[in-house]
């Protein structure tokens, strides 16, 4: 496990956004786990799975502005803006990339419930701009953050399923776990926003979360039609 900054100043911050991600993020959910931790290219074979899991990701996040874009709006903190601007360019590549494979898969797959997964996955993303949109002090950063903590297991998802497409993934230049956490270091004034940053990751994970159980449940309806 990579490890927290050794000069930060407020390590406990870093500490638990680590372990929050860790605890409750995709790598952690029972569907995605495999793909994360095992053979992600069995993950993919089914490329009728892999092709929900694009689309509904990038209904999710494929929009513009985005999450991040919506939180660097929110966020006062003079240390965060380097690296927002980073994420900011970096996610436009994201969703380049993201629209690349959803024409690469093709529709969205015939799946009863279709208009009942297009209302819930309506919600979550709702619910994440509105989390990217707080007016409370460091709720939008710590989605933000989150986001940037997460992409990691859902790209290595994405990737296996571009290599299985014939698909050459691009590098990505999302910053990296360690600039992550050395921002949160960084940030003054740590006390005042913890709990802010707290709840903006929990909020979020539980919209992946949210994403990975109706995936799953997808999976099983179609599993019964054949």
Same mark, same amino acid.
Request: a neutral charge; proline letters at 5%; hydrophobic letters at 45%.
């Given at each position: 496990?990579?490890?927290?900054?050794?000069? %930060?100043?407020?390590?406990?911050? =870093? #500490?638990?956004?680590?372990?929050?991600?860790?605890?409750?993020?995709?790598?952690?959910?029972?569907?995605?786990?495999?793909?994360?931790?095992?053979?992600?290219?069995? &993950?993919?074979?089914?490329?009728?799975? &892999?092709?929900? /899991?694009?689309?509904?990701?990038?209904?999710?996040?494929?929009?513009?502005?985005?999450?991040?874009?919506?939180?660097?709006?929110?966020?006062?903190?003079?240390? =965060?803006?380097? *690296?927002?601007?980073?994420?900011?360019?970096? /996610?436009?590549? @994201?969703?380049?990339?993201?629209?690349?494979?959803?024409?690469?898969?093709?529709?969205?797959?015939?799946?009863?419930?279709?208009?009942?997964?297009? $209302?819930?996955?309506?919600?979550?993303?709702? #619910?994440?701009?509105?989390?990217?949109? %707080?007016?409370?002090?460091?709720?939008?950063?710590? $989605?933000?953050?989150?986001?940037?903590? @997460? *992409?990691? =297991?859902?790209?290595?998802?994405?990737?296996?399923? #571009?290599?299985?497409?014939?698909?050459?993934?691009? %590098? %990505?230049?999302?910053?990296?776990?360690?600039? $992550?956490?050395?921002?949160?270091?960084?940030?003054?004034?740590?006390?005042?926003?913890?709990?802010?940053?707290? &709840?903006?990751?929990?909020?979020?994970?539980?919209?992946?979360?949210?994403? *990975?159980?109706?995936?799953? #449940?997808?999976?099983?309806?179609?599993?019964?039609?054949?």
């Amino acid at each position: 496990m990579e490890q927290l900054p050794r000069t %930060s100043t407020n390590p406990s911050l =870093a #500490a638990l956004l680590v372990a929050i991600v860790d605890q409750d993020g995709s790598a952690s959910h029972s569907y995605c786990a495999p793909a994360i931790n095992g053979d992600r290219h069995a &993950f993919v074979r089914d490329l009728v799975d &892999f092709a929900d /899991f694009v689309h509904l990701v990038t209904l999710l996040h494929g929009q513009t502005p985005g999450l991040i874009d919506h939180a660097a709006a929110r966020t006062v903190e003079v240390v =965060a803006r380097g *690296w927002l601007l980073k994420a900011i360019d970096a /996610f436009a590549a @994201e969703r380049q990339y993201l629209n690349r494979l959803s024409v690469a898969v093709g529709p969205l797959p015939s799946t009863i419930g279709h208009s009942e997964t297009s $209302t819930i996955v309506a919600q979550q993303r709702h #619910a994440i701009e509105m989390l990217a949109q %707080s007016d409370r002090r460091g709720t939008a950063l710590g $989605t933000a953050l989150t986001l940037v903590l @997460e *992409w990691q =297991a859902i790209r290595a998802v994405l990737d296996a399923g #571009a290599i299985r497409l014939g698909i050459e993934p691009p %590098s %990505s230049g999302m910053p990296s776990r360690s600039e $992550t956490l050395a921002l949160l270091a960084d940030l003054p004034e740590p006390e005042r926003l913890t709990r802010a940053v707290q &709840f903006g990751a929990t909020q979020l994970l539980g919209q992946h979360r949210g994403m *990975w159980d109706l995936l799953k #449940a997808r999976t099983a309806v179609r599993q019964t039609q054949n």
